[in-house]
């Protein structure tokens, strides 16, 4: 560990197994895919998605701020409580202008817009509530969660697409290296399973189409694989300076050791299919960690299930390890939450680098031909680990790579 580096010290999660951090590890570990018949997709060619069970926004955060907010800020603001909660930080006494906020988010949701534009339509402009624009604005997440808890250090929005919480996290690392603050705040949020976002990654041809095994549509890296399951959910982390959390005795879970970026500079919505803009952010998260391939001993990839993102991923992955070490997707289990995964797959590799187990990639029965990838399939594998990248790419060629160190 070196002042390079930037300790978690909490994390928060709101997944489709469950509300905290435990009800996510537990059902990622479990290797069950999620996807479900979904009523608000009823009707739609795609009518199945993976939804956070039992979310009361209403029970957990008051009637206003339901009101007042869209439901990717709900959840964001669930997780951010869960992670500061988890870090032993009290918003009533930390020193606020040192605590930054950086949050990203790929489509906002957007669920209430229909209601809006029918009002609109019908003439009805009285009808339309005066929260509208405001509580699906990408920047209301952070600065919701900056009110929440008394956050007032700086106060940001990254959108990279589905590299939108991985890119809050590197950022945020970067501002505690900067000196900038001395706690931050960062995670990712979406849900865009409303029946727009179904209905236009259908069009795009992007979703899974198997409306009769929707559970089993999500299976990253599986040669029958067709498309990714819409998703929705929120992690944040809690990162500080190490000496910050030295002196305050504070548990660390693990250790950002490394952040890389790139753009493909290639499609907008398919990635380079040499690999060449994620490579390069792997080597960039690995030298800016002054980590040796050697170093990483497990990938949490980006693995969207999707035929394109697949291939080009796990291509990348064998020229840059020649032999890559055991790899696991998340997505096969939860879906893709878009602006969210990033945190996600952040938050659950420091996990696994904490306690030593590497969630299952679910519904992988047969690996595509050409692959030469060690997946981590059917139950959790027990596997020594020092240090792991965890992957996220996203449309427009947008990269970024995360390199956590265990505690």
Not at 249 to 278: F, I, K, M, N
Not at 308 to 332: H, I, Q, Y
Not at 374 to 380: E, F, Q
């Amino acid at each position: 560990m070196s002042e390079r580096e930037v300790a978690v010290t909490g994390i928060g999660m709101v997944t489709p197994p469950g509300l905290g951090r435990e009800a996510t590890w537990d059902g990622l570990c479990a290797g069950e895919g999620l996807g479900a018949f979904d009523e608000d997709l009823a009707g739609l060619p795609v009518d199945f998605s993976c939804r956070v069970p039992g979310f009361d926004g209403n029970a957990l955060l008051g009637r206003r701020i339901t009101w007042r907010n869209d439901r990717f800020i709900h959840l964001a603001m669930v997780a951010a409580r869960e992670a500061v909660a988890d870090a032993a930080l009290d918003p009533a006494v930390w020193d606020a202008p040192r605590v930054a906020i950086v949050i990203g988010t790929a489509s906002n949701g957007g669920d209430r817009w229909p209601q809006e534009y029918r009002n609109l339509d019908e003439g009805r402009v009285e009808a339309i509530s005066p929260t509208a624009l405001l509580r699906s604005l990408p920047n209301m997440v952070a600065g919701e969660v900056s009110k929440d808890l008394r956050a007032l250090g700086p106060c940001l929005t990254t959108s990279t697409a589905c590299a939108s919480g991985a890119t809050a996290v590197g950022t945020a690392r970067d501002l505690l290296r900067a000196g900038a603050c001395d706690i931050a705040i960062a995670g990712g949020t979406d849900s865009a399973r409303v029946p727009m976002g179904s209905a236009a990654f259908y069009r795009m041809q992007a979703l899974s189409r198997r409306c009769h095994d929707p559970a089993g549509a999500s299976r990253p890296f599986d040669a029958d694989r067709d498309g990714f399951v819409l998703s929705e959910g929120a992690a944040m982390l809690i990162l500080e300076r190490p000496l910050h959390a030295r002196a305050r005795g504070a548990r660390v879970r693990g250790y950002l050791s490394g952040y890389g970026a790139s753009s493909d500079g290639y499609h907008a919505t398919r990635p380079d299919p040499e690999g060449a803009g994620a490579r390069r952010a792997v080597e960039a998260a690995l030298a800016d960690a002054r980590a040796e391939l050697a170093e990483v001993h497990h990938v949490n990839a980006h693995g969207t299930s999707t035929p394109l993102n697949d291939e080009v991923e796990a291509a990348m992955l064998s020229a840059v390890f020649r032999t890559p070490p055991p790899v696991t997707s998340l997505k096969g289990v939860i879906g893709h939450s878009l602006g969210a995964a990033g945190a996600v797959d952040a938050a659950c590799t420091v996990l696994s680098l904490e306690r030593q187990l590497i969630p299952p990639t679910a519904n992988l029965d047969r690996l595509d031909d050409g692959m030469d990838l060690d997946v981590v399939t059917k139950i959790a594998r027990r596997h020594r680990m020092e240090g792991a990248l965890s992957n996220s790419f996203g449309f427009g060629g947008q990269n970024a790579v995360l390199f956590f160190r265990a505690a």
